[in-house]
């Protein structure tokens, strides 16, 4: 079984006691996926306007949803943009038009609120040239970590999934290590893996396991069709949608989750620790430092695909005892780890702390 990480809260970089923390009075631009309601949309609706309660200026920009309604009824600026995660042009063309906006407001910090805007995020602020705060993932640290070392250590601040990924970027650029943080945000195989992990399913439905699949609505369809060509389909259950996704979580007596959906497996796997459910996970996406270390939980190298049959059995084989005593635990640790509130403090005082450091 693979030791699964401990989770630490990352410590501040300034103790109130040394050095209280000013009103904040930057302007800041946070950028989301959608405004949905059951999205990042209401996340990013929070925190405009606690960053307003607290003194700053808050600016959203994402795509359409009707949650910009009420950013329109509190008076927040809002920049629409185009789908930028739909084609190479979508992505260039919601570039300019947010690095136009983001200059003319003179805003100060940037903050992502899904890590798969990364790269978004770093063409905005070299367009732009304010090198302050940005929000990394793996994928663009490790394209750019060794071409824009320089520009990168020009940074205030840079914010990262893991610890994995903080401990790559500064030894790739060179980073001191105060700049480097890690906020854990409040909050399944998809079907371009089937090809990769599907003797493990052979197996396990050879073993008369039936498994349940999660995958985005529009894959559903994709999903059964390869499952049926693979001879998997009659011992598989294919849930698509995100509204879907806590019922999926209560019918698994076992929950396994690649990584590689980004937020959406972050969020999956704190609601089924909090349903109690064991869990194998591949360490992917920060998903290591979400995972409560106990005999139920299983987190695995990301390259260590050839362990997971044994891991998935070892889950499956667990004790009603031990299935109980995890529920209890592994509750209260995303109660008391997880919540929306305390992300908002955090992210919060990072600001205040990069304010503090631009004078």
Known sequence: MAKAHPVSPPAPAFHAEQLPLPALASRILI????????GCGRQAVDLALRIRAEGGTPFVAAPGGLLKLELQRQSIAYKNLPDMRASALGHMTAVL?????TRYHVIDFIHVL??????????????????????FNHNVLRVNAGRHADILRSFTRIIVPSAFTRDQ?????GLAEDNVRTIIPDCPPDTTLLDTLQHHFVELKN?????????????????????????????????????????????????????FLGQDSLLALMEAQAMGRPIVA??????????????????????AINRLTPALLRSLNLSTEQRQAFALRARNFVEE???????????????QEMQLLQG
């Open 31 to 38: 950028i989301s996926p959608d405004l949905d309601n059951n």
């Open 97 to 101: 038009q947010l690095a136009t906006w």
């Open 114 to 135: 899904d890590f798969s805007l990364a790269r978004f995020a770093y063409d905005v602020m070299m367009k732009t040239a304010r090198h302050i705060a940005i929000t």
């Open 169 to 173: 970027l500064i030894k790739q650029a």
């Open 207 to 259: 073993r008369n396991i039936y498994m349940l699949f999660f995958v985005e609505a529009h894959e559903r369809s994709v999903m059964l069709r390869m499952l049926a060509q693979r001879g998997l389909i009659s011992h598989a259950v294919v849930i698509g949608g995100t509204q879907h996704r806590v019922a999926a979580l209560w019918l698994a007596h076992s929950v396994f989750l690649t990584g």
């Open 282 to 303: 591949f360490d992917r996406s920060g998903l290591g430092e979400l995972l409560l270390p106990d005999a139920a939980t299983q987190c695995l190298p990301g390259d």
């Open 337 to 351: 780890n997880f919540d929306r509130k305390q992300m908002l403090v955090d992210v919060i005082t990072l600001y």
